[in-house]
Nanobody, 129 residues
Framework: QLQLVESGGGLVQPGGSLRLSCAAS????????VGWFRQAPGKEREGVSC????????NIADSVKGRFTSSRDSVQKLVYLQMNNLEPEDTAVYYC??????????????????????WGQGTQVTVSS
């Protein structure tokens, strides 16, 4: 069974940083584009970032551009979401998701949840003083 597992969430003060990790179980992320999404209480799920299988193409949502970045570790087989200068509005459950495909177009345009077919269970990020 293909599964994703997120880690690294927690409580952080405004202005702080967190790094989320996404690991695969039952498959390798090498040939998958990986997206990060978040969902705050009472709000729709929002696409945050996408990184292509090669890592050569990344797409960051305007709402977090300049503060969040995504990267891949080909040795550890992990995908990261680095979140800096966190704001209370960033409080949400963060999910990683994957879609098989090596082409960069999987991360073109808006980061849409409909594009991804393997999902993790999510990790809570709370930004509060």
């Amino acid at each position: 069974q293909l599964q994703l597992v997120e880690s690294g969430g927690g409580l952080v003060q405004p202005g702080g940083s967190l790094r989320l990790s996404c690991a695969a179980s039952g498959f390798t992320l090498d040939y998958y584009a990986v997206g990060w999404f978040r969902q705050a209480p009472g709000k729709e799920r929002e696409g945050v970032s996408c990184i292509s299988a090669s890592g050569g193409s990344t797409n960051i949502a305007d709402s977090v551009k300049g503060r969040f970045t995504s990267s891949r570790d080909s040795v550890q087989k992990l995908v990261y979401l680095q979140m800096n200068n966190l704001e209370p509005e960033d409080t949400a459950v963060y999910y990683c998701a994957a879609v098989e495909g090596i082409a960069d177009f999987y991360c073109a345009g808006a980061v849409s949840s409909a594009r991804f077919d393997v999902w993790g269970q999510g990790t809570q990020v709370t930004v509060s003083s």
